[in-house]
C-alpha cells in the first residue's frame, strides 16, 4: 500500500510539481480521459493546491469539475454532494443541471445506480425548472437497473415512481 502511495506521489509531482494548476489540469484531464480516477483526482488537488491556482478562475474550476468527475467515477456520491455544494457557491452559474447529470452518468458508468438515482433527484431538487434534462439518465439507469437485476436500485426507483 505504501508503495503505491509513493508512486502516485510520485507520478504526480512528476507531473505537475514545479509546474503550475494549468500542467496539473492538463494531467488530471487526461488521466480522466483513461478512466483513471485515482490519478485524475490526485492531479486535480494538487493543482488546486499550487500557488497561482485560484488566480486563474477558468483553470480552477476546469481542476474542479475533473475532481468532481474522477469522485463519481469512481462512486463516491458524498463526496460529490460535498462538493458540488462547494462549488456553486464558489463559482455561481458554473455548476448546472447538465453538470449534475454528467455526474450521474459517471457513477452510473461506475454501476452504482442507487447513488445515481440519488444524484438526480439532488439535481431536480436544485434545478426543479430543468428536471426533464434527466429524463435520459434516468431511463438509462431504469434500464441498467431491470437489465441487471439491481434490486436495490428497481426499489429506488419505484419508490420515486420511475417505475
Given amino acids: 500500500m505504501r508503495r503505491c502511495l509513493a508512486v502516485l506521489v510520485f ?8 509546474k503550475s ?25 494538487e493543482g488546486l493546491t499550487l500557488e497561482g491556482a485560484t488566480a486563474d478562475a477558468s483553470t ?13 467515477g469512481k462512486g463516491e456520491l458524498a463526496a460529490v454532494l460535498t462538493g458540488l455544494a462547494a462549488v456553486s457557491t464558489q463559482y455561481p452559474g458554473k455548476v448546472d443541471d447538465q453538470l449534475y447529470a454528467k455526474l450521474g452518468t459517471a457513477l452510473a458508468d461506475a454501476n452504482k445506480l442507487v ?14 425548472d430543468k428536471a426533464k434534462s434527466f429524463d435520459g439518465l434516468v ?7 431491470t437489465s441487471g437485476n439491481d434490486s436495490a436500485a428497481v426499489a429506488k426507483l419505484k419508490a420515486l415512481g420511475y417505475l
Fill in 60 to 72: 480552477s474550476w476546469r481542476l474542479e469539475r475533473i475532481r468532481l468527475e474522477a469522485l463519481a
Fill in 139 to 145: 431511463a438509462a439507469i431504469k434500464t441498467a437497473a
Fill in 11 to 18: 507520478s504526480v509531482l512528476a507531473a505537475c510539481g514545479g
Fill in 21 to 45: 494548476p494549468t500542467a496539473c489540469c492538463d494531467a488530471a484531464d487526461a488521466a480522466l480521459k483513461k478512466g483513471n480516477f485515482t490519478e485524475a483526482q490526485a492531479f486535480a488537488e
Fill in 115 to 128: 447513488e445515481a438515482i440519488e444524484l438526480v433527484e439532488a439535481g431536480k431538487q436544485a434545478f426543479p
